[in-house]
């Protein structure tokens, strides 16, 4: 459909998370975005739907993101509304954290920097969950610099940084976003190397609940500009990335349905005023039948495009909300079947090994209700870089074999 208002979509990044939200916006309003990174990739560089591409050295430094995006407004020759979209925790802290400076050339919906700064630094985020009632694993916070004194209880548990922002910041050799820790020793060990890299921050150490990838949950929800839920979704993860630098991204998901636990993330989200697409982690304990959150992503996560399968696209939800003002007071529970994927089906087919999320796979392969926004079929007409773009996708999908088959992650489950 074409939108009532000029609109012109910017967004923050090029990665499979900005491709996916360019796909949504096309798909919805036949918009090609604009898109501002640091590096070109192949999730969007070889793309007909994207308008243009600016690349932007340091985007990631303050004092560079802000003049970058307002002299990039100035420059546009249009009249349409822009609309500013982050694909990651970065980009989204640094909108919000200048949203006043950028809100005289953007239009965009985040929540306030206290209540970011509640769910992105998770030892603020663990007691405000509790606080409202949501379960979470066995946690403890530790100021990285002092003497750890954790009390920990069992074995093995995961190690991540309290402020994932912070954390990349000081790189150092086998930096890995979560670690999966044996012993007292190996939890020392892994926080001096970590303090010897300057960060100062918290680090989590929290129980490692059992199970493998189809343990893990999804939630997407949007909560309009008076912090509404319009949607919520649920999925149950198939598969993620299987190296270690790399765990917690997924790479395919089937939706389910779980009323309780929609109803739980919707009211919690709306009782700390949240606005803006949210992205919900969770995982499922089996040792007292419970659905345990692990974190709130405050944007749409790189998998979040199965709500768009579902009829529920992201981007419109945004267009509708704060181009248009059009805002639902009925929050629907999304129930449609699909099964996301941004790996090929061979794959799912050889390593999803539980036998009732295989016999899923299966059927909604053979039922054709599979997704992958990569494919987005608006992305396919005549043009010489879709055939680059299809090589890329190729070559892509055999790598993906061969790093499923060389990952030792699993092995540890």
Same mark, same amino acid.
């Given at each position: 459909?074409?939108?009532?208002?000029?609109?012109?979509?910017?967004?923050?990044?090029?990665?499979?998370?900005?491709?996916?939200?360019?796909?949504?916006?096309?798909?919805?309003?036949?918009?090609?975005?604009?898109?501002?990174?640091?590096?070109?990739?192949?999730?969007?560089?070889?793309?007909?739907?994207?308008? $243009?591409?600016?690349?932007?050295?340091?985007?990631?430094?303050?004092?560079?993101?802000?003049?970058?995006?307002?002299?990039?407004?100035?420059?546009?020759?249009?009249?349409?509304?822009?609309?500013?979209?982050?694909?990651?925790?970065?980009?989204?802290?640094?909108?919000?954290?200048?949203?006043?400076?950028? $809100?005289?050339?953007?239009?965009?919906?985040?929540?306030?920097?206290?209540?970011?700064?509640?769910?992105?630094?998770?030892?603020?985020?663990?007691?405000?969950?509790?606080?409202?009632?949501?379960?979470?694993?066995?946690?403890?916070?530790?100021?990285?610099?002092?003497?750890?004194?954790?009390?920990?209880?069992?074995?093995?548990?995961?190690?991540?940084?309290?402020?994932?922002?912070?954390?990349?910041?000081?790189?150092?050799?086998?930096?890995?976003?979560?670690?999966?820790?044996?012993?007292?020793?190996?939890?020392?060990?892994?926080?001096?190397?970590?303090? $010897?890299?300057?960060?100062?921050?918290?680090?989590?150490?929290?129980?490692?609940?059992?199970?493998?990838?189809?343990?893990?949950?999804?939630?997407?929800?949007?909560?309009?500009?008076?912090?509404?839920?319009?949607?919520?979704?649920?999925?149950?993860?198939?598969?993620?990335?299987?190296?270690?630098?790399?765990?917690?991204?997924?790479?395919?998901?089937?939706?389910?349905?779980?009323?309780?636990?929609?109803?739980?993330?919707?009211?919690?989200?709306?009782?700390?005023?949240?606005?803006?697409?949210?992205?919900?982690?969770?995982?499922?304990?089996?040792?007292?039948?419970?659905?345990?959150?692990?974190?709130?992503?405050?944007?749409?996560?790189?998998?979040?495009?199965?709500?768009?399968?579902?009829?529920?696209?992201?981007?419109?939800?945004?267009?509708?909300?704060?181009?248009?003002?059009?805002?639902?007071?009925?929050?629907?529970?999304?129930?449609?079947?699909?099964?996301?994927?941004?790996?090929?089906?061979?794959?799912?087919?050889?390593?999803?090994?539980?036998?009732?999320?295989?016999?899923?796979?299966?059927?909604?392969?053979?039922?054709?209700?599979?997704?992958?926004?990569?494919?987005?079929?608006?992305?396919?007409?005549?043009?010489?870089?879709?055939?680059?773009?299809?090589?890329?996708?190729?070559?892509?999908?055999?790598?993906?074999?061969?790093?499923?088959?060389?990952?030792?992650?699993?092995?540890?489950?």
């Amino acid at each position: 459909m074409s939108p009532e208002r000029d609109v012109l979509p910017v967004i923050v990044g090029t990665d499979l998370n900005a491709y996916h939200m360019a796909a949504s916006f096309h798909e919805a309003y036949g918009i090609r975005p604009h898109l501002i990174g640091k590096v070109q990739m192949g999730f969007t560089h070889y793309s007909t739907i994207i308008g $243009a591409t600016t690349f932007v050295d340091r985007l990631d430094d303050t004092e560079v993101f802000v003049p970058t995006l307002r002299d990039y407004a100035e420059q546009l020759d249009t009249d349409a509304e822009l609309l500013l979209v982050g694909t990651n925790d970065h980009y989204v802290r640094l909108i919000v954290e200048n949203s006043e400076a950028l $809100a005289e050339h953007y239009r965009f919906n985040y929540p306030n920097e206290t209540l970011l700064n509640q769910l992105q630094v998770k030892d603020q985020f663990y007691p405000l969950a509790q606080q409202h009632g949501l379960q979470i694993p066995e946690t403890h916070i530790h100021q990285v610099g002092q003497p750890l004194e954790a009390e920990i209880s069992r074995y093995p548990v995961i190690l991540k940084p309290g402020d994932g922002v912070q954390y990349y910041r000081h790189k150092f050799p086998g930096q890995e976003k979560v670690y999966r820790l044996y012993s007292y020793d190996d939890v020392a060990a892994t926080i001096e190397t970590i303090e $010897a890299s300057g960060y100062r921050g918290t680090v989590i150490i929290q129980d490692f609940i059992p199970g493998d990838d189809t343990f893990i949950w999804d939630s997407v929800l949007y909560l309009n500009s008076e912090s509404r839920a319009e949607f919520v979704n649920f999925g149950q993860v198939v598969l993620q990335e299987h190296e270690a630098s790399a765990i917690g991204n997924y790479t395919a998901i089937v939706s389910r349905f779980n009323r309780e636990v929609m109803t739980q993330l919707k009211d919690f989200l709306e009782a700390v005023g949240y606005t803006g697409l949210a992205n919900v982690d969770l995982k499922y304990d089996a040792r007292d039948d419970a659905f345990k959150v692990l974190e709130v992503n405050v944007r749409q996560g790189r998998s979040s495009w199965y709500a768009t399968a579902q009829g529920h696209n992201l981007a419109a939800a945004l267009v509708e909300d704060v181009i248009y003002g059009r805002r639902s007071s009925e929050c629907t529970f999304v129930d449609e079947e699909v099964l996301f994927t941004v790996v090929p089906t061979s794959i799912l087919r050889r390593y999803v090994t539980e036998p009732a999320v295989h016999a899923d796979v299966v059927r909604l392969i053979r039922e054709k209700k599979v997704r992958n926004p990569l494919y987005y079929s608006g992305d396919r007409r005549a043009h010489p870089n879709s055939l680059l773009r299809l090589a890329w996708l190729t070559v892509r999908g055999m790598r993906y074999r061969k790093k499923y088959a060389r990952a030792t992650w699993r092995d540890q489950l």
